[in-house]
């Protein structure tokens, strides 16, 4: 993996990102969310629904078919493992010292000893995972959500989160990938083993009388649950019992 480190890109989106997550400052979090845009909002929702069934979920459910549980899982835990220098980032900016310096040594005992991220050596040395970015950051800064916003080949996020998708993409170790032929490859495996942990709320999905607002509805009850570190009456619905096969 070889990269040529700039500083200066990183300064202009990270100011760019605060004055962004400035303009958007409100009261609350995510309750109150608007969607204003949800005509455009279900067109693109429609749009991406059919690039999944044409393209994506055959391409998961041939690799989940195809590729052992085993090595699945160890693949799920390369690219969790590549995402916690994003995580350890955001929780110095939340102020989160403590975590920061425990998913830290997580990165650093799961580079080594689990060989690159492949063995999650670190949670069973009690070292457990969370999950920070840049969209949660605004959040606990105190920056509102903005509109909702269903962004082509993702999916629902906020304009907010939209803005720190973009921090959270130039952060991301893959990016450094070299050449950029290893580069997409190893983007088509992260997205394809993402689609692949989804393919079992496909039946929740499949009892929504409006998959549109169970999605909308769904994301944003989640980043309100990881904003607020848990501290709201319901659970992470993507913690859920029914999400699992």
């Known amino acids: 993996m070889a990269a040529k480190f700039c500083v200066a890109p990183i300064r202009r989106l990270l100011v760019s990102g605060l004055i962004a997550g400035s303009l958007l400052m409100a009261p609350g979090v995510f309750a109150d969310t608007p969607d204003d845009w949800e005509g455009l909002n279900r067109r693109i929702f429609s749009f991406n629904d059919f690039f999944d069934w044409l393209f994506l979920k055959p391409v998961a459910k041939t690799y989940k078919r195809v590729i052992p549980g085993p090595v ?24 989160k010292p403590r975590e920061g310096f425990s998913d830290a040594g997580r990165f650093l005992v799961n580079t080594t000893l689990g060989i690159g991220g492949i063995f999650d050596v670190a949670s069973r040395m009690g070292l457990p995972k969370h999950q920070e970015d840049f969209g949660q950051t605004f959040g606990v800064w105190g920056a509102g ?4 916003v269903v962004l082509p080949f993702r999916g629902s996020s906020t304009v907010r989160d939209a803005f720190g998708l973009v921090l959270d993409a130039f952060t991301n170790p893959l ?16 997205f394809t083993d993402v689609r692949v942990d989804l393919l079992a709320a496909e039946t929740l999905m499949g009892d929504s009388w409006d998959a549109y607002l169970f999605q909308r509805d769904a994301f944003l009850q989640r980043r309100e649950y990881l904003v607020l570190d848990g501290n709201v009456e319901t659970e992470d619905p993507f913690l859920s019992d029914d999400w699992e096969e």
């Open 145 to 148: 959500s903005g509109q909702h």
């Open 72 to 95: 699945r899982q160890g693949v799920s835990n390369v690219f969790n493992n590549v995402d916690t220098p994003v995580t350890v980032v955001n929780q110095f900016l939340q102020g």
């Open 175 to 190: 990016r450094f990938i070299s050449p950029a032929e290893a580069r997409y490859s190893t983007y088509g495996l992260y």
